[in-house]
């Protein structure tokens, strides 16, 4: 119920203390919308070409077929694994599938739920937050934020089967 609760309040909130201030709500609220159209011109292809990329991969099973050789990975977390760097709402969509074949209280679905909450999108981050700001020499941005999914997903797999 909190939940449900949090943004209403503060939209109350932003609304109650933009009328204490006197500023034009909705007129702000409009010019802030008229702001964003340039932002959101520049990330649309970048976007676009994530989710292409991400449902390539999702609908041709090729992830499966190439990492079939790993043994102490289950195969089912497999797609998570590498999907969860590119995309969070595919990587949930895994999961949700994870559930609904293994269970949430299974040993693959306790994995997947450490994976999913451990590790992040650093392929969607680096694109989003790079090219918003018009960076294009990442660095080691990608390197360190793959190499702490690699570790999240290591430490994670040790910890479930000294568990189960």
Known sequence: MISNLILPLIVLFVVIY??????????????????????????????????????????????????????????????MIIMRPISGTSSLAILTNIYELMGPDSMVGTLASYIQGSTDTTFYIITLYFGSIGIKKIRYALWVGLLADLLAITISLIFINIVF
């Open 18 to 79: 933009a009328m204490f201030k006197k500023v034009a709500i909705y007129d702000a609220f409009i010019d802030g919308a008229k702001e964003s159209f340039p932002m959101i011109l520049k990330l649309f292809p970048c976007l676009l070409a994530m989710i292409l990329a991400v449902n390539i991969f999702l609908k041709s099973n090729v992830i499966i077929d190439l990492f079939k050789f790993i043994s102490f990975i289950p195969n089912e977390i497999i797609p």
